[in-house]
């Protein structure tokens, strides 16, 4: 009898610890979402997860497999408690054990343009063809397909004289393995690259990041067999992969614009022109980074995105935008050892970041670890120094490095001039 009594209190004392860790989770993701209410970051960006509660059963298996943090168990059902991290992983699509999630783009309240394109990944302008995350598909895993599967359809076109079979736009995922499609097919390729290093998004994930759940099929390469697999190892696969089937990519080549002309087209970038019978753009959606257009912002010191804190340690750093990408920025290089670290900004308050990023700012701020200077502006950029406006006078400060996070510009508006059409999204697939 005395066992029974011993099962018993086990028993009562499991269901008293499940049930207090189960109370503290709820609170903790009511609150999350009231954060993301009140500071008007409850709008998800790209594509995210709508959850069904009829169907819903509140297991939590989407939370647990989201890397994001963006998901929680409200009432015992998933609920998506901090919109603005979710980047489309779609982690939490396959994690559900009774299918309650579908991913969709856009909101009742803000629409999400995605180009129009087929089945074959073909625009409505005949030769243009759009994978991965710019046509709305931001899975590494489905993105790197769709990539692959638009050069089988690239390379059945045939007719006019071009320098290039194909010219690809972005060296993301799926520009990545388009380009080794079209390696194997004997294709002429133009490989473009806005920036100065291969993986798109996926190079600016934290460090650490969980980049990749799902295994990927590549042309040359075959079936990579990666489960959960960090942001540093894919980099360091890619390149070794561009190292090793010879793949040409053209760096710091951003795309300006797209004639067509001669039953092909031009791909215009800023160091020239490239005839080509198709165009495969497999650009993010980040876009192109804005860009404060000021002299001295060619300098190799200036970037659009901090990576890695620590590479800027003793160093003056000048941090320029007012959003989360910018607050975190400032706070993660305050922490680095010598690192001076200003804040610039050009409204007078902060709209629309999370509060615990205002609150870290703050606490940085008054242990002097960093300097905020609102209602400023950058005039220009030297190399020993930047000249900011503040409060009606131009002073100049030591600097040894910029990092502007004003946000990107998307292609929009190129793709429309021509021809390209688009569909709004309010919150479907």
């Keep these: 009898m005395n066992y029974l009594y011993l099962y018993g209190a086990a028993i009562l004392i499991a269901m008293f610890l499940y049930m207090r860790r189960h109370s503290r989770m709820h609170r903790q993701h009511v609150a999350q ?39 929680g168990i409200i009432n015992g059902k998933a609920v998506l408690t901090n919109a603005a991290a979710c980047i489309g992983h779609g982690a939490c ?32 302008v005949p030769g243009i063809f759009i994978a991965g995350e710019l046509g709305g598909m931001g899975l590494i895993r489905k993105a790197a397909e769709q990539g692959r599967q638009a050069m089988e ?63 990927v099929e590549l042309a040359l390469v075959g079936k990579v067999k990666f489960g ?46 490239y005839r080509a019978r198709s165009v495969l753009l497999t650009m993010g959606r980040r876009g192109t980074p804005r860009k404060l257009e000021v002299p001295g912002e060619e300098s ?41 670290v200003t804040l610039s900004y050009r409204s007078e308050a902060f709209a629309r970041v ?28 030297e190399v020993h120094a930047v000249h900011i406006e503040h409060e009606g006078k131009t002073r100049s400060h030591p600097n040894d490095a910029v990092i502007v996070c004003a946000g990107g510009l998307l292609p929009t508006e190129l793709l429309q001039k021509v021809g390209i059409q688009f569909d709004t999204k309010f919150g479907t697939a």
């Design 33 to 71: 979402l009231k954060e993301s209410i009140e500071t008007g970051m409850a709008e998800p960006q790209s594509l995210h997860p709508v959850i069904n509660p009829l169907v819903c059963i509140g297991s939590g298996s989407c939370a647990k497999a989201c890397p994001e943090d963006a998901l």
């Design 93 to 124: 699509l396959t994690a559900c054990p009774v299918e309650a999630i579908h991913l969709v783009f856009g909101t009742e309240r803000r629409g999400v343009d995605i180009p129009n394109i087929s089945s074959n990944f073909e625009t409505n």
């Design 153 to 215: 359809a690239i390379r059945k076109r045939s007719g006019g004289q071009h320098d290039f079979d194909v010219v690809i736009v972005g060296c993301g995922p799926a520009g990545l393995s388009a380009g080794l499609s079209a390696i194997q097919h004997k294709l002429r390729y133009k490989l473009l690259e806005q920036e100065s290093s291969l993986g798109g998004a996926v190079f600016h994930y934290p460090r650490n990041k969980i980049a990749m759940t799902a295994p």
């Design 228 to 273: 959960e697999v960090q942001k540093e190892e894919l980099l360091e696969f890619w390149n070794t992969t561009v190292e090793k089937t010879g793949l040409q990519i053209a760096f710091r080549e951003q795309l300006v614009g797209i004639e067509r002309r001669e039953g092909g087209f031009v791909v215009q970038t800023p160091r020239g022109q």
């Design 300 to 340: 190799s010191k200036v970037v659009y995105r901090l990576i890695d804190a620590a590479q800027y340690r003793d160093k003056a750093v000048l941090v320029v935008g007012g959003g989360d990408s910018a607050l975190e920025a400032a706070i993660a290089l305050s922490q680095e050892s010598g690192t001076d």
């Design 354 to 381: 999370k509060q615990k990023n205002r609150m870290l700012l703050e606490q940085q701020q008054k242990a002097g670890r960093l300097k905020v200077m609102m209602k400023s502006s950058v005039k220009s950029i």
